[in-house]
T-cell receptor
Framework: DVKVTQSSRYLVKRTGEKVFLECVQD?????MFWYRQDPGLGLRLIYF???????EKGDIPEGYSVSREKKERFSLILESASTNQTSMYLC??????????????FGPGTRLTVL | GNSVTQMEGPVTLSEEAFLTINCTYT??????LFWYVQYPGEGLQLLLK?????DKGSNKGFEATYRKETTSFHLEKGSVQVSDSAVYFC??????????????FGQGTTLQVKP
């Protein structure tokens, strides 16, 4: 079974802090994704990566950055956390089969609260 | 642009009732369509998918048919169980860099099944 793990289930940070969210997958997937989930808005893509050190902005990248130094690990960084970044953050990974039907596998999520 | 619209929730049903969750999409080209399910406290997992017009995806008693003429992918189940209580997300895929399949999600529909 594919396993995607996230470093924390719950996180509380203060405004202005630098925040790191870590994601690890164990299936040698090329693609990794970071989403945020908000009520009534579904999931929105923040950033994704299709190879080590490669990244591309998603739909809502402002206020975020990412790092992918190893194939299995994809980090989301909030440079200076703000209250409007309070949300559920979901990481996902997928195999690069060269087609767009590939299933994405999700981690359990990190609920971040910024005070 | 590409978008997905789901019916408003929450949907509350009695056990063994028939379920329909409506999903319509707007897309250029021929996207693949997905239903994901999120059980309480967990990440998303793929429920079913369809990759071309008139395809029917099915899993665990759930079905959805890719209708290009009505741009719809409605989720149905003949007899729901309490264990089906969850949030259901409709999604479509679009191609990103490196041929990565990126997903666009609807806002999610909460289903509550009562005994």
């Amino acid at each position: 079974d594919v396993k995607v793990t996230q470093s924390s289930r719950y996180l509380v940070k203060r405004t202005g802090e630098k925040v790191f969210l870590e994601c690890v997958q164990d299936m040698d997937h090329e693609n990794m994704f970071w989403y945020r989930q908000d009520p009534g808005l579904g999931l929105r893509l923040i950033y994704f990566s299709y190879d080590v050190k490669m990244k591309e902005k998603g739909d809502i990248p402002e206020g975020y950055s990412v790092s992918r130094e190893k194939k299995e690990r994809f980090s989301l960084i909030l440079e200076s956390a703000s209250t409007n970044q309070t949300s559920m953050y979901l990481c996902a990974s997928s195999f690069d089969g060269g087609i767009i039907t590939d299933t994405q596998y999700f981690g359990p999520g990190t609920r971040l609260t910024v005070l | 642009g590409n978008s997905v619209t789901q019916m408003e929730g929450p949907v509350t049903l009695s056990e063994e009732a028939f379920l329909t969750i409506n999903c319509t999409y707007t897309a250029t080209g021929y996207p693949s369509l997905f239903w994901y399910v999120q059980y309480p406290g967990e990440g998303l997992q793929l429920l079913l998918k369809a990759t071309k017009a008139d395809d029917k995806g099915s899993n665990k008693g759930f079905e959805a048919t890719y209708r290009k003429e009505t741009t719809s992918f409605h989720l149905e189940k003949g007899s729901v169980q309490v264990s089906d209580s969850a949030v259901y997300f409709c999604a479509l895929s679009r191609r990103g860099s490196g041929n990565t399949g990126k997903l666009i999600f609807g806002q999610g529909t909460t289903l509550q099944v009562k005994p």
